[in-house]
């Protein structure tokens, strides 16, 4: 059976986190991701602490296992209003992206919090561990959404060896095999993101999730003009025409203001359908293996038992 040290300190069956994605992973996938054995997270970048609270309750109801809050903490002020909401809610686990919160991690730790890090560099992960973060994950270039340079198959040895801390691996893990990849790199666990976009509970765009089934490895591009900083997502020609001039990009949160202005940001389909010739649609390299839709319980199970085949594979040119 499938199982690492992170499912005793997650309370989880397999070793597999359901990435924080801001707008796409929320109540129905965080919990469809729970129900099949893994962690759900609620992707909660842009939920005001009401909506927040909300999305906990919603949650909730559709599962009793564990799951955790995912928040984007470059700015203390953008997650201090959500603090007292996780803690009244009683959340468990909480998932720090593009910063450590290191200001909140004490007070977090009184309520009985987990901290988890996303680190795209061996330096941000020993920063994490040393503020008192609980586990890292070491989140390889190839992730959707914001991202750093260094490729997985590099960085996450690098972060293992780095750090006493659990490490967990991200970026490009779309299939079973990537996950077997992850363990053997020394992770304990994998977080899977683009993928799970590919699901009916995933919040997006019906424009969006064809865009992931028509995408090859090569479709998609590291660019600041839709933030500020660089975030990987499915190459357009609004993306082109910024990085034509790239001095012309605000930094971070400034170009988010341009980019609510020239409304590319609705990739959640909650305003109607995108325009993929202009319209934020972040995505892994991992997308040129998006080949169907289907149930995150489905794609889940399957996920593992591919895991267990190509550890099976593994095994068997050993001898
Ligand atoms: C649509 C989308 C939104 C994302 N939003 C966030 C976010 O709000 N917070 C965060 O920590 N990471 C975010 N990420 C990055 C993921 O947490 C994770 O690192 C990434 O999805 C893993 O790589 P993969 O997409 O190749 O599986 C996002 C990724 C995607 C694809």
Redesign the pocket.
Known sequence: MLRTEICDYFGIEYPIML???????MHRLAAAVSNAGGLGVI????LDPQRLRAEIRATRELTAKPFAV???APLPEMIRPHVPVMIDEGVEIF????AVPKEFIATMHEHGMKVVV?CGKVRHAQKAEAAGADVV?A??T??????GEVGALALIPQVRDAVRIPVLA?????DGRGVAAALALGACGA?????F?ATPEAQ?AQGYREALLRAADDSTVRTRCYTGKPA?CIRNPYIVEWEQDPSRIKPFPEQLGVSYRNKVLD?DGKHGDIDPLRTFM??????GLIRQIESAAELFARLVAETEAAIGRLRQIVG
């Open positions: 990435a924080g994605m801001g707008g796409v992973s992707g909660a970048a842009g995912d928040l984007l998932v720090a992206g593009l996303m994950v989140q390889g190839e992730a959707g959404g914001h991202t991200a970026g490009g893990i779309s977080v899977v993101g683009t993928r976009i997006a990987r990739y972040p995505a892994g390299q991992g997308a």
